[in-house]
């Protein structure tokens, strides 16, 4: 069973940074996709970005591109989400999640693997 792990979330003034982390324990896949969600409250929960574990290639929402950054470190079995320049509309809980397959979008449906979340608030 996947078991994916998320840290790195807190408080920060806008204009802020934060780094998050998840950490991806029992998936023993070599080519699938890790990708970051975010539901804010009264909101559906969207797809922020995502990365291709076979290639690195990326993806990100357009409220974000230029500000979040994602990475993998293959050795450590992590992903790395990169925020910066924050925005009172960033704030939260982010949730990573994995697919089964090389293929994903930034929908949810292309991930079955979640991880409980990681709350990051970001005040005016």
């Known amino acids: 069973q996947v078991q994916l792990v998320e840290s790195g979330g807190g408080s920060v003034q806008a204009g802020g940074s934060l780094k998050l982390s998840c950490a991806a324990i029992?998936?023993?896949?070599?080519?699938?996709?890790i990708g970051w969600f975010r539901k804010a409250p009264g909101k559906e929960r969207e797809g922020v970005a995502i990365?291709?574990?076979?290639?690195?290639?990326?993806a990100y929402a357009d409220s974000v591109k230029g500000r979040f950054t994602i990475s993998q470190d293959n050795a450590k079995n992590a992903v790395y989400l990169q925020m910066i320049s924050l925005k009172p509309e960033d704030t939260a809980m982010y949730y990573c999640?994995?697919?089964?397959?090389?293929?994903?979008?930034?929908?949810?449906?292309?991930?079955?693997?979640w991880g409980q979340g990681t709350q990051v608030t970001v005040s005016s």
């Open positions: 029992k998936y023993t896949g070599s080519k699938h996709c």
């Open positions: 999640a994995a697919s089964r397959y090389g293929f994903c979008r930034l929908y949810e449906i292309d991930f079955p693997y």
């Open positions: 990365i291709r574990t076979g290639d690195s290639s990326t």
